[in-house]
């Protein structure tokens, strides 16, 4: 799965740690799923979606190869 | 969360700590301390016996502070190391029961061996995810 985190994040002056602590997760797992390594939880996709004031679908998307 | 989490880390160091003295207490106690007195012993094991559940009490609280990430991690760890123990330890007891190996099949070897797997395994996760 894409995600448009680290562009989301950037565009908001947020550092992984900051954004890790307002969703509840560790440092490591923001960086995990920007480098889409690790697809997150439904629950930690919709606080994502709720921070940043976006559909989780504008955030998160599937591209198939 | 994190101080939540650190606490719950501490009590896990704590109670691991614990668990090895008592463990050592009970082991060498007899010998060493109180000349094999049998009730000295039984109590000196049911206290290192109690002071292992509540190792895993702290050590089941700890994961439940862990984010999905990390659980995932150690979730992965885990399975595999299960399975390895179990291929291996029985393996391990086969040999020995057909005398392929000179010396008894120790507990305490397959303790080491689960141990120095779930580090590896973590460690090896750990890296494939950050």
């Not at chain 2, 010998?31 to 007195?37: G, S, T």
């Not at chain 2, 392929?100 to 070897?109: G, Q």
Request: net charge positive.
């Amino acid at each position: 799965m894409k995600n448009r985190l680290k562009v989301l994040r950037a565009e908001n002056s947020f550092t992984q740690e900051d954004l890790a602590d307002i969703i509840g997760v560790s440092r490591q797992t923001i960086n995990a799923i920007e480098k889409e390594k690790f697809d997150p939880s439904l629950p930690t996709a919709f606080r994502i979606s709720k921070l940043f004031k976006l559909p989780i679908e504008a955030i998160f998307y599937f591209e198939e190869n | 969360m994190k101080t939540a989490r650190k606490k719950n880390l501490y009590q896990l160091a704590a109670w691991t700590w614990s668990w090895v003295a008592t463990m050592a207490i009970a082991t060498f106690g007899p010998k060493y301390i109180w000349d094999d007195h049998t009730v000295l012993t039984a109590l000196a094991v049911s206290v290192n016996f109690a002071n292992g559940i509540l190792m895993i009490i702290a050590n089941r609280n700890l994961f439940n502070k862990f984010d999905e990430l990390e659980r995932k991690i150690h979730l992965e760890s885990l399975a595999l190391t299960l399975g390895l123990t179990v291929v291996v330890g029985l393996s391990y007891s086969l040999l020995d029961t057909t005398n392929l190996i000179a010396y008894t099949a120790e507990i305490s070897n397959l303790v080491l061996f689960i141990g120095v797997t779930y580090l590896i395994c973590v460690t090896i996760n750990t890296r494939r995810y950050v």
